[in-house]
């Protein structure tokens, strides 16, 4: 199984890439949006690939993240949801999107994604909501950017400051899920709180977005 390609793009297509890897060249399937944020052709990139293997036909699929290839193998569990079709709703959504949709209930964020109806949308919605905190976690156990093969250039230079720092949202995120987990809460519940907490304070700090999170578990009346 080929779980990730580091290499330079020598050709960028309308949904793939041509990714060098040493010599041998691997086209690679990816979302608008990952498209969209690859450096341009020439420069050095990496991508978590899933392979697809059928009778006639392997295709790679890339990733920036663990966190939108997990989504990506989630999406794709759902009848009637092919690479395709996840690769759409990634596209349209992200990897955060597509959590927060799922933990919301959101189909209709679902549905905008080109070729999914709505019965399709809900199903997602309704097969994905409990696994949906597992993947919302990720986010703050790997980077957001993944980093591309060192050059010669690179190895030998001194180290210096990431120019891509890892957001606090999501790491407040996972460890807000993990805090409310801890106090009892239902998946399902505690994501969707989470969710929409995040949603009215992006940039909140964990002790921040629990407390909001808390509120809006708070029974009513």
């Not at 969209?36 to 697809?52: I, N, R």
């Not at 997602?124 to 986010?139: F, I, Q, R, S």
Request: glycine content about 10%.
């Amino acid at each position: 199984m080929i779980g990730r390609l580091a290499g330079r793009i020598d050709y960028r297509g309308p949904d793939h890439v041509l990714l060098d890897v040493g010599g041998v060249g691997y086209i690679v399937f990816v979302s608008e949006r990952t498209l969209m944020s690859l450096p341009p052709t020439g420069e050095f990139s990496a991508l978590y690939t899933d392979l697809v293997v059928r009778e006639d036909l392997l295709q790679l699929f890339g990733f920036p993240t663990l966190q939108e290839k997990e989504w990506h193998r989630l999406l794709t569990s759902v009848q009637g949801i092919g690479a395709k079709a996840s690769m759409a709703i990634l596209g349209a959504l992200g990897a955060d999107g597509t959590g927060r949709a799922i933990a919301l209930g959101d189909w209709s964020a679902i549905r905008a994604a080109p070729g999914v109806g709505p019965k399709l949308a809900q199903r997602v919605v309704n097969e994905l909501k409990d696994k949906a905190p597992a993947a919302m976690a990720m986010a703050g156990a790997h980077s957001d950017v993944v980093e591309p093969a060192p050059t010669m250039a690179t190895e030998t230079a001194a180290p210096s400051p990431s120019v891509n720092p890892p957001r606090p949202g999501p790491v407040a995120q996972s460890d807000a899920l993990s805090a409310l987990a801890n106090l009892g809460y239902q998946p399902g519940e505690a994501a969707a709180a989470v969710a929409q907490a995040q949603m009215d304070t992006p940039e909140a700090d964990t002790p921040t977005l629990i407390r909001a999170a808390l509120k809006l578990l708070a029974p009513t009346g």
